[in-house]
């Protein structure tokens, strides 16, 4: 073989060898890249993670078998006929005749959540989750099944007492939710949408949310722990497994989760439940005082520096009050120890109060701060519902109630808001969707009402085709609206 072929050769077999040990490198990587790689994560990051894994999980363990599902039955009258005003048509009345379209009845099921919070099978959960419930069934964390019965319910904080009868149940401690702060890490715990014992995490976003338009007395837990339906009366529970509390509402435009989700506070929660247990009703503190929250423009007017508290506008005759020397004008800055924010707040405090305990009451009068002793009293009975308009109008449906002075210091009301407030529109009202509960109504069709008896005199002159013009008082502002027939 010529010089010249041996180094072809030659050159050939060294590109050849070397084609190989890159394709082989090639190769190589591309394992190492798909399946071989080292970890990127810290061994101390690892361990951190691994740990905070490890306590959530115990914390879930702890508080997981205190849950309960609840569902209800409920039966629902239907208004007219499924199928519209097909009965209605000439024709087919003039063949099957009249009386086609009757109010007909089913059974309507929903879903909810509970918290056991004693061995021997009290409940905590949502009113309403549970109003109007022809029955109640509570499946356990272990599947057992028991028939559920309202011991007591507090619609104006939406809780419900509800028993099983069992024993040696896996009751929650109860926690203070009074030492929640905003980041402190929370857990919430419920069958959303029918899915048992769902577990989602998050951070406690705000306390004390008021003004929300859920129930009268509101000290919301804000989170952002997602809650769905389904998880209403569910736990919302801290880091030591302990309930803080009671899930109840959403903050949403579509129906579903959208980051903002509210709980009642368990110590609310659990006066509540301890109230309806030893009286077998809510007994609430009163102040008897009429009180608004300060503007910058009325604090400008009255020479007051301070942005917070609790403006007194009126003071109830024979009340605790009064008796204590409270004062038109006068600025609420604490209450027995604790610094008033708002009309909120300060409602909350008096209501959490046990009637014929003495609390100090500091007051701005003049520029002066001043304390007052005042024996606090027993909120008076609300007025029971008086009337359901039965008269086939605009009005059908729709309860209304007086206002009392109890109802006047819960709700808020102005001294110069009169009127009735309505306590329950049914689903079947014309005034559905328009009036809700808590209006207050002030005139109709331009004429004033100031009670059952205006309201009653003027309700019942209206023809079942005429429409109506209504002023409302609402969150703190007049509206009207019309409703028609």
């Not at 010529?2 to 050159?11: F, H, M, P, Q």
């Not at 077998?280 to 929250?293: A, M, Y």
């Not at 409270?326 to 209501?351: F, H, P």
């Not at 086939?392 to 009301?413: K, Y």
Request: glycine share 10%; net charge neutral; charged share 20%.
């Amino acid at each position: 073989m010529c010089a010249s072929s041996k180094r072809k050769s030659t050159l050939l077999i060294r590109t050849a060898a070397v084609a190989v040990i890159f394709l082989c490198l090639t190769l190589s990587g591309l394992h190492q890249t798909a399946w071989g790689q080292d970890p990127a994560v810290s061994p101390a990051s690892r361990e951190f993670l691994g740990k905070m894994s490890q306590a959530l999980s115990e914390v879930a363990e702890v508080a997981r078998p205190s849950v309960v599902n609840i569902s209800t039955t409920t039966t629902v009258t239907m208004q007219g006929s499924p199928f519209g005003d097909f009965f209605n048509d000439p024709m087919f009345r003039k063949f099957f005749g009249e009386g086609q379209a009757h109010p007909r009845k089913f059974k309507q099921a929903a879903l909810g959540s509970g918290v056991i919070v004693s061995k021997d099978g009290y409940i905590l959960t949502n009113n309403h989750v549970v109003k109007g419930a022809d029955e109640i069934k509570v499946i356990l964390y272990d599947k057992r099944e028991f028939k559920g019965k309202v011991i007591g319910a507090d619609p104006k904080t939406d809780i419900a007492v509800v028993k099983i009868e069992a024993n040696d149940l896996p009751a929650i401690k109860i926690g203070q939710s009074r030492l929640l702060k905003p980041g402190d890490v929370v857990l919430a715990i419920g069958n959303p949408f029918g899915l048992n014992q769902t577990i989602t995490m998050g951070i406690v976003s705000a306390t004390g949310r008021s003004n929300v338009g859920i129930s009268a007395y509101e000290d919301f837990i804000q989170t952002d722990a997602a809650i769905n339906p389904g998880n209403s009366g569910g736990a919302l529970v801290n880091t030591n497994g302990e309930l803080v509390g009671i899930n109840t509402a959403i903050f949403s435009t579509s129906g579903g989760y959208m980051g903002i989700g509210f709980a009642i506070p368990s110590d609310m929660a659990n006066a509540v439940a301890q109230s309806i247990l030893k009286y077998g009703k809510v007994i609430r503190g009163w102040l008897g005082v009429s009180i608004q929250d300060l503007t910058p423009e009325i604090a400008k007017s009255l020479g007051i520096s301070r942005e917070h508290g609790a403006l007194v506008t009126d003071v109830m005759k024979d009340s605790p009050a009064e008796k204590a020397g409270l004062k038109r004008g006068d600025l609420i800055i604490a209450y027995d120890g604790q610094n008033v924010e708002d009309t909120t707040s300060l409602r909350n405090m008096t209501a959490n109060t046990a009637p014929g305990k003495e609390a100090d009451v500091k007051v701005l009068r003049n520029g002066k701060e001043v304390t007052l002793k005042v024996l606090i009293g027993e909120m008076p009975e609300a007025a029971k519902v008086t009337r359901t308009v039965e008269h086939h109008n605009a009005l059908s449906g729709v309860s209304v109630q007086e206002i009392t002075p109890g109802e006047r210091d819960a709700l808020g009301l102005p001294h110069n808001v009169r009127g009735v407030i309505i306590a329950e529109v049914s689903e079947a009202s014309p005034a559905s969707g328009i009036l809700a509960k808590n209006d207050v109504i002030e005139e109709i069709n331009r004429k004033e009402i100031r009670g059952l008896k205006d309201y009653e005199d003027v309700a019942s002159k209206i023809g079942p085709k005429e429409g109506v013009l209504l002023l409302i008082y609402r969150n703190g502002g007049y509206i009207y609206v019309t409703i028609k027939p």
